[in-house]
């Protein structure tokens, strides 16, 4: 059930979480370089360590400057908190670890970031947390994956880099009919597309290094509760939520509260331990970010728009995957799930293959090749040969990736502009097929 | 007298133990013991058992609901009995101040202090709202934070880091089975006893209020403080900047307050604090 917002998305993305500090008055939100605080007497600091008064430690564990950062994101995308992280990867990381301990099992979607799927199929076995990837379209892969050591579901809104459209509804009812939740990377999407809680999601994460901060100058990771999901009544599958803790004053964190019980454990746990910790600085630009996130997503979708209809009809181009087009196989998932745009990242492929890939992305003046997407300036990249280069042919193919395939992320610019770029690309793709 | 099924009670995380003063908390419409968090965790820290129960059919603990004020103070006093305390501070919020000014008013003799927050007696509930209650849960959700949580609150800016004050409080109140908070409402709007309750209290009292709370606006207490002709001690104060969910908007000075005040008037061999 979605939560009720105090305001509209683009007066939170300004707002939420801060006020005008009480002492300097200042309207912009304060960096609050500081690794420490200080305690007004002993009886202070024990109670801010035994969670009897509400505070601020130790900037690892929480600082002024990231709460106004995790309170927006989270009353932009309707959860009861958040914990900004140094990365979305230490996002993901954190959810999975509060969750999953050795031993644990995790349903994947294939059409997954890179790193995403770094972490689930190489890194996280070593720690006997295993994962098993299925089609993002196949529910019934999803329902057959889910073993009686499942602990979460995992998927991105949109799939990287076939922008497969995450049926959340769907997905989360078959979650919740085991007793597990739904975590979904809402990276390329952001509140202000899709809230992901509100379709039925437990939990979200962002790489706010993408949209949410949208210039490009900081790295960072936000997760966010939807304090929906019943952790007591999953019979006993979430142990660090509904049994004592001994690392932490025996807390028993579904005790102590049952909505919360996730964040405590994450921020309690997670963070003090592992240390992904974000700066605050970080958070601030993040902020800045975030406050033009309204008008830079209508911008990104209203480009990408344009460069689609430009590049369909290009003789050199054999598809374009973009869920806004009657084409793919999720559109009309798209049109629910979706409705207001699908974002400014698209894929498509050149005839040609990596030959061809690569002259293009050497043809571009104006799009910028690297491995990042959601950044105001526009980007492209060759997947086969970068962020996807570890996996095997098949697993490409299963992936949607050829080896013509170039994802673009689409920026802020004059999109007459980023045409132009676009046919000087195809122009060199064009010279180097012939 | 015993209670099968047990009901849910959280100590603040640690166990009670004789010969220390008790202090329990109830909690108010459609909520459960996790409003209460911190304050119980300091009080538990600090020689004092805690008692912080889900009253019946609310969070952990199993029904029936209780449908009127009198039955639920008749039922608080019973659990404290039921665990083996005589003695007992009640602290209470909204619905839960009544409950604690009606079992004060039952039981003078048990209870050594009444800590009201957000209390206003009579309680009448706004008809649209205890429409919604039946009608249209969600609605009746969004009018409760609408009207519980200061301007500040509404966008955030909360003192426990990270957290979606008025997100966490309609995900608190959904958890709840439906019908809940309608039959709570409901106790509150048909209470009338207050007046005569506050006559019959014997104990230091505190009247704690919160100067942005629309739902019981600190002006409308002073009716209910004229009302305790029995106590020497009746003591009315104003938390500045939070609103009528202010153990959440305003958890230090309201423990502060709760603090203060027992600590001011020890009882049973407690020491001044």
Redo the contacts between chains.
């Keep these: 059930?979605p939560?009720?917002r105090?305001?509209g998305a683009d007066t939170?993305a300004l707002?939420?979480?801060?006020?005008p500090d009480p002492v300097h008055h200042s309207r912009a939100t304060p960096i609050h370089f500081t690794t420490s605080y200080v305690f007004d007497d002993s009886e202070h600091a024990?109670?801010l360590f035994?969670?009897?008064?509400?505070?601020?430690v130790y900037s690892r564990i929480?600082?002024?400057t990231?709460?106004?950062l995790?309170?927006?994101i989270?009353?932009l995308d309707?959860?009861?908190?958040?914990?900004?992280c140094a990365s979305g990867q230490a996002a993901l990381m954190l959810a999975i670890t509060t969750l999953v301990g050795s031993g644990g099992h995790i349903v994947a979607s294939r059409s997954l970031y890179g790193g995403s799927h770094n972490l689930l199929g190489y890194t996280l076995p070593r720690f006997g947390i295993r994962t098993t990837f299925v089609p993002a379209g196949d529910l019934q892969a999803w329902r057959d994956a889910i073993r009686p050591d499942t602990r979460l579901l995992f998927g991105e809104s949109i799939g990287n880099p076939g922008l497969e459209v995450l049926d959340i509804p769907a997905i989360s009812a078959i979650a919740h009919d085991a007793r597990v939740p739904l975590l979904v990377d809402a990276t390329l999407v952001t509140p202000m597309l899709q809230c992901p809680l509100d379709l039925g999601a437990d939990l979200v994460m962002h790489s706010a290094t993408k949209y949410l901060g949208g210039h490009g100058v900081a790295i960072g990771g936000l997760l966010v509760d939807?304090?929906?999901f019943?952790w007591?009544g999953s019979g006993g599958n979430f142990p660090t939520l509904t049994e004592p803790y001994d690392g932490f004053?025996?807390?028993d964190f579904a005790?102590?509260?049952?909505?919360?019980a996730f964040?405590l454990r994450a921020?309690r746990e997670g963070l003090r331990d592992f240390g992904a910790c974000l700066s605050p600085m970080n958070a601030f630009q993040i902020l800045q970010g975030m406050e033009t996130l309204g008008l830079r997503m209508d911008r990104h979708v209203d480009n990408a728009r344009q460069l689609v209809a430009h590049l369909v009809k290009h003789p050199l181009v054999e598809s374009v995957s973009w869920p806004e087009l009657d084409s793919h196989p999720d559109h009309a998932l798209a049109a629910r799930l979706l409705p207001k745009g699908c974002g400014g990242v698209f894929s498509f492929s050149l005839k040609g293959g990596r030959k061809a890939g690569t002259a293009f992305i050497e043809g571009l003046r104006l799009f910028s090749h690297l491995a990042n997407v959601g950044d105001a300036k526009s980007l492209a990249i060759h997947p086969a040969s970068t962020t996807h280069f570890r996996m095997s042919p098949e697993a490409l193919l299963a992936a949607g990736i050829t080896e013509g395939t170039i994802r673009l992320s689409t920026g802020l610019e004059t999109v007459a502009d980023l045409i132009e770029d676009l046919d000087r690309g195809l122009h060199a793709a064009q010279k180097a097929n012939a | 007298m015993t209670f099968s099924p047990t009901p849910y009670c959280y100590t603040g995380g640690r166990k009670t133990e004789s010969g220390r003063p008790t202090i329990l908390f109830i909690h108010g419409a459609g909520h459960d013991h996790s409003v209460w968090t911190l304050q119980s965790r300091h009080f538990a820290s600090h020689g004092w058992n805690v008692l912080a129960p889900d009253l019946p059919g609310h969070g952990r603990s199993p029904g029936p609901q209780l449908e009127s004020i009198e039955a639920l103070a008749d039922w608080v006093l019973d659990f404290a009995a039921s665990v083996g305390i005589e003695h007992v501070a009640l602290a209470g919020h909204s619905m839960g101040s009544l409950v604690a000014l009606e079992a004060a008013a039952r039981a003078p003799a048990r209870v050594t202090h009444l800590l009201l927050i957000g209390s206003v007696a009579p309680m009448p509930v706004a008809p649209p709202l205890l429409d919604a209650t039946l009608s249209n849960r969600d609605r009746a959700h969004a009018m409760i934070n609408q009207w519980s949580y200061a301007p500040r609150a509404q966008l955030g800016a909360s003192s426990i880091p990270g957290i979606n004050l008025t997100a966490l409080n309609e995900r608190l109140m959904q958890r709840q089975a439906a019908g809940v908070l309608h039959k709570d409402m409901a106790a509150c709007n048909a209470y009338v006893g207050g007046f005569e309750a506050a006559a019959r209290v014997a104990c230091p009292s505190l009247l704690l209020s919160a100067a942005l709370d629309r739902m019981t606006p600190p002006k409308a207490i002073t009716p209910l403080a004229a009302a305790f002709t029995s106590t020497a001690t009746v003591r009315k104060l104003v938390i500045p900047g939070a609103g009528h969910a202010m153990m959440s908007e305003a958890p230090g000075a309201v423990l502060d307050a709760l603090w203060n005040f027992v600590g001011a008037f020890p009882s049973f061999g407690q020491e001044p604090q």
């Design positions: 059930m939560i009720h105090n305001a939170l707002h939420a979480g801060q006020t024990a109670a035994n969670q009897e008064r509400a505070g601020h929480s600082n002024p990231n709460a106004v995790e309170e927006r989270a009353a309707g959860g009861v908190g958040a914990i900004a939807g304090g929906s019943d007591e004053h025996g807390m005790e102590e509260s049952p909505i919360a964040l921020r």
